[in-house]
Nanobody, 123 residues
Framework: QVQLVESGGGLVQAGGSLRLSCAAS????????MGWFRQAPGKDREFVGS???????YAADSVKDRFTISRDNAKNTMYLQMNSLKPEDTAVYYC?????????????????WGQGTQVTVSS
């Protein structure tokens, strides 16, 4: 069983930056793709981005010029660098992991989830 713990959320002004981390309790490897999702109040959970087992990344159109995903398998950790934040980025951000190494943008393809971390962007 993989346990994931997000950290790094908080309150930031529009235009600012935050870096989220997702630490896994067990070894994650090139066999595990990982992803970031977010959920704003009253909205469905949406895909933010993902990283394949070989390090290839994908990002939603709404964030691809501002957010960067990376991972350090030696530290069992994935990161989400968020720059030029906007009020509409306000949400609870969740990290997720799956058994396969390929990219997936649908939450139902991920078996393991963190508890979420709140990101609030003020205008």
């Amino acid at each position: 069983q993989v346990q994931l713990v997000e950290s790094g959320g908080g309150l930031v002004q529009a235009g600012g930056s935050l870096r989220l981390s997702c630490a896994a309790s067990t070894l994650i490897s090139s066999n595990n793709a990982m992803g970031w999702f977010r959920q704003a109040p009253g909205k469905d959970r949406e895909f933010v981005g993902s990283i394949r087992g070989d390090g290839g990344t994908y990002a939603a159109d709404s964030v691809k010029d501002r957010f960067t995903i990376s991972r350090d398998n030696a530290k069992n950790t994935m990161y989400l660098q968020m720059n030029s934040l906007k009020p509409e980025d306000t949400a609870v951000y969740y990290c997720a992991a799956r058994s396969g190494s390929l990219h997936r943008a649908t939450q139902y393809d991920y078996e393991y989830w963190g508890q979420g971390t709140q990101v609030t962007v003020s205008s």
